[in-house]
């Protein structure tokens, strides 16, 4: 028997959600099952649950968008993955469950030494900084970049992967006990998401041009990046944690000439050759085995223990990502 979360209708997650069980049946042609072992908690996850996500739900639904485990069984077909491969899902959904079986592309292999916590949480935040920085514009080093919610997930990937690739930083946050500790990962400015803030953020760059800006909040805050960029600069939204409107007065148009863009990263991998995929899992692999990539942990907590590590998830004090323990 194996357990998995499912719901029956959307709602509110720790009301929704159930714990069950079902029996397992051998996988068939090129058909791999995996034995997960760790699922993050994402906003992705309970948005979908709650039926706000960008690609609606169809009860009954396992969710859970990234995860990581080990083949267990392999179909007769299976070429390109063997019983006691580390992998990491790409289906988008259904990682919450203690086996995935799942046709072999929808799968990608990783090194048998990476640390299985760290690669339960590759899929989403790591690779939606490496697109950001990546697929846009050509940044040489020493290059201005600047983020909103610099203290997300994806905020904590992009200022690691900049500080990687020789990028310099500006990150605006909410709060300023996390100038701290966002330096320690390689920021070179955090300010405040304010008008002052940009003013000081202007104040460091001098006359260096901000190429691009990346956009999680929307509203004031994306204004205050738009504010920042240089002629020609562009701005890509990934997520609106504000829930306010991308608001672009006319002049930042007008006079600046700025290019918008949005980046769903499901979409993206959804497009991906498997070759483009592993051009970006593979360097990422390599941080996070090096130390140079890490997502901060807040808790592991059991599945069976699965509401409460919801209702930490929802919780903004946390000190970086809840973690289900499907063992």
Avoid at 42 to 52: H, K, R, V, Y
Avoid at 70 to 91: F, H, M, N, Q, R
Avoid at 299 to 314: H, S, T
């Amino acid at each position: 028997m194996s357990q998995f979360l499912q719901f029956d209708h959307t709602g509110n997650p720790a009301e929704v959600l159930q714990l069950k069980e079902r029996e397992l049946a051998p996988p068939e042609g090129h058909e791999v099952r995996v034995r997960m072992r760790y699922a993050p908690v994402n906003p992705a996850d309970l948005n979908f649950i709650e039926g706000t996500y960008g690609r609606a739900a169809n009860p009954p639904c396992i969710t859970g968008h990234e995860g990581c485990g080990e083949v267990e069984e392999v179909g007769s077909a299976v070429t390109s993955l063997a019983k006691g491969d580390v992998v990491i899902p790409l289906l988008g959904t259904g990682c919450w469950t203690q086996h995935l079986t799942a046709p072999e592309r929808h799968f990608a292999k990783l090194p048998p030494q990476i640390d299985r916590v760290q690669a339960s949480m590759l899929r989403i935040n790591p690779v939606t900084a490496w697109a950001l920085l990546k697929h846009y514009t050509t940044l040489e080093k020493g290059a201005w970049v600047a983020q909103n919610a610099a203290n997300s997930g994806v905020g904590r990937a992009f200022i690691q992967l900049a500080h990687h690739f020789g990028l310099r930083t500006i990150n605006f946050v909410r709060r300023a006990e996390l100038f701290d500790e966002l330096k320690s990962l390689g920021a070179d400015v955090v300010v405040l998401d304010t008008d002052e803030g940009v003013a000081e953020a202007k104040k460091i760059v001098g006359h260096e041009p901000v190429k691009l800006a990346t956009n999680a909040v929307g509203g004031d805050s994306a204004i205050h990046l738009m504010d920042l960029l240089s002629p020609g600069g562009i701005l890509v939204t990934y997520g609106a944690m504000s829930r306010r409107s991308l608001k672009v007065p006319n002049k930042f148009l007008i006079f600046k000439n700025l290019q918008l863009h949005g980046l769903w990263i499901t979409k993206w991998l959804e497009g991906a050759s498997t070759p483009e995929l592993y051009e970006v899992l593979e360097p990422l692999t390599e941080l996070i085995e090096t130390g140079e990539l890490v997502t901060a942990i807040d808790e592991i907590v059991p599945l069976a223990d699965f509401k409460r590590a919801i209702a930490r998830a929802q919780e903004g004090s946390r000190h970086g990502k809840v973690i289900l323990d499907l063992a």
